[in-house]
């Protein structure tokens, strides 16, 4: 059932709001105001999108269509499953990691906060519209909103270093949008509709197969740019220059996982599996992500600096989920869903114990970290078990999502895609156990600007928040707004369960 509703568009506009609000605000007060917008827009964003998930698990839906933009084209949303899983990821870490911003932020003493505080709720209102799109056209939109505000995110030191990454990271998305539009445009002419529809709108045989498969490759190109798929993920490592909270929105709350659910998007929802499958792109499509996973894993294993080797993980992780969606299977799907929670906590709180090193250390190198378990046990256990759950180990949340592309792939006979995935977990276990290793291990002399113990309250509890969250959702995967299941309903069509 379709229920009309504001509520859609109100957890978009919700942050916009926010951001008017702090540009306005400025440096003229002081810094409470700000951040005290921050937090409640993250709160009653978050309390929008929640209040939405029990009518969608019953199977109905929330559409708003605020105005046409052109003839037959209207900016719409709509809250099925799947946009609600990366709704309801989003909104909730949104809170977590203004709290952590604040902490990072005043710890550090970052010049340039209001710029930062507007951009931020900018993403958050673009990773919204993203998730509530209800067709193309308000997809790209959004899309391209969000490409836009992480750039001051990417460049805020605004040094060399930071302007030359924010002008790849522009480099990399925007061309890659333009394509993404040149493809929607083609749809558009072509089957006269945008509107996202389960099992796709793109019949098989529809066009030549050469032309489809053409055609799928640009309309995910703008995907597999932001997921960071491999060999468009220049950009990634590059914009590891920012502060941490920002490295955390790309690698956990906004960007990246934009990335992946416009993959999930445009193959389950524009083309469908029969067509995918039928133009070679799903079988592209998995072995690009199976390369990726293996390539980024070998070089994260080099990487010195801990965000550097955070930054080729996510690469490696994101391609999970492309690797799920490329199976064309429902649990391969399901588990790729999953997946978007999954690694959206389990990364955020590698990301945030980063940052939370630095601040107190002034550590960003892992050679130099040995015996920091002395001075940071909380940091240090949270960063453990957030290691073994990227591994996925039981017990914590990448088990699940894992185990469903596992399954999926053994069902469609892909047995070398189920060994990628095993050797994935090896390589997970090889980048991030050295770490933690280090941390246990022996002190290493190294010069600190704080010889205290841990960061503030203000970074550390959201680090115990997410990370006792990632062990929750690997034990009871469906605790609070059921997002396991919300993610089956979204790979089966959107029914409701049972």
């Known amino acids: 059932m379709i229920i009309e509703s504001l509520r859609p568009l109100a957890a978009v506009a919700v942050s916009l709001l926010a951001a008017v609000l702090i540009m306005i605000c400025g440096n003229r007060v002081k810094p409470d105001v700000r951040e005290g917008i921050t937090l409640g827009a993250a709160v009653i964003k978050a309390l929008l999108v929640f209040s939405m998930v029990p009518a969608v698990l019953a199977g109905n ?11 037959g084209i209207s900016l719409a949303f709509r809250t099925d499953a799947a946009g609600m899983v990366f709704a309801c990821v989003a909104s909730g870490l949104w809170i977590v990691t203004s709290i952590y911003s604040i902490g990072y932020m005043r710890g550090h003493h970052e010049k340039n906060q209001t710029g930062y505080f507007a951009a931020f709720a900018v993403c958050l209102s673009s990773a919204i519209g993203i998730a509530f799109a209800a067709n193309l056209i308000t997809f790209f939109i959004f899309y391209e909103m969000l490409t836009i505000a992480t750039y001051p995110l990417v ?62 490759i640009l309309m995910l190109g703008g995907g597999a740019v932001k997921s960071g798929l491999m060999p468009l993920h220049g950009w990634l490592p590059s914009a590891m220059v920012a502060p941490t ?34 133009c070679g792109g799903g079988r592209l499509l998995t072995w690009l992500a199976a390369a990726t996973i293996i390539l980024s894993s070998l070089i994260a294993m080099r990487k ?138 022996k002190e290493i002399s190294s010069p600190v600007i704080n010889e205290g113990g841990e960061a503030s309250p203000a970074m550390l509890v959201p680090i115990v928040i997410t990370a006792v969250v990632s062990f929750i959702l690997g034990v009871m995967p469906n605790a609070g707004p059921q997002l396991y299941n919300l993610a089956v309903m979204a790979a089966q069509g959107g029914g409701p369960i049972g």
């Open 304 to 441: 010195d600096n801990l965000k550097a080797r955070l930054a080729y993980s996510t690469i490696g992780q994101l391609s999970y989920i492309i690797l799920g969606i490329g199976i064309l299977a429902p649990y391969s799907v399901t588990g790729a869903a999953f997946h978007i929670v999954a690694h959206a906590f389990l990364k955020i709180t590698l990301f945030m114990c980063a940052g939370a090193i630095y601040v107190t250390t002034g550590l960003s190198e892992i050679s130099t970290m040995g015996g920091l378990f002395k001075r940071m046990p909380v940091t240090c256990v949270c960063f453990t078990a957030a290691s073994l759950g990227i591994a996925g180990l039981p017990l914590l949340a990448g088990f699940v999502s894992k185990m469903n592309i596992i399954r999926g792939a053994f069902m469609e006979n892909k047995l070398f895609f189920v060994a990628v995935l095993v050797a994935a977990a090896l390589f997970a276990l090889s980048y991030l156990i050295p770490v933690v290793r280090i941390f246990f291990g």
């Open 245 to 278: 909270p920002v490295s955390a929105l790309l690698h956990a709350v906004a960007v990246v996982k934009a990335g992946a659910f416009c993959v999930l998007r445009i193959v389950w929802f524009v083309f469908g599996a029969e067509s995918a499958a039928w």
């Open 61 to 71: 839906e929330y559409y708003c269509s605020p105005w046409e933009i052109v003839d």
């Open 155 to 216: 460049s805020h030191y605004r040094n060399d270093s930071a302007k030359a990454s924010g002008r790849k990271y522009l480099a990399y998305t925007l061309i890659s949008g333009q394509l993404f539009f040149a493809a929607i445009v083609t749809v558009y002419v072509k089957y006269g509709t945008l509107d996202f529809r389960a099992g796709g709108f793109i019949e098989a045989g529809s066009m030549g197969q050469t032309a489809m498969l053409l055609l799928f």
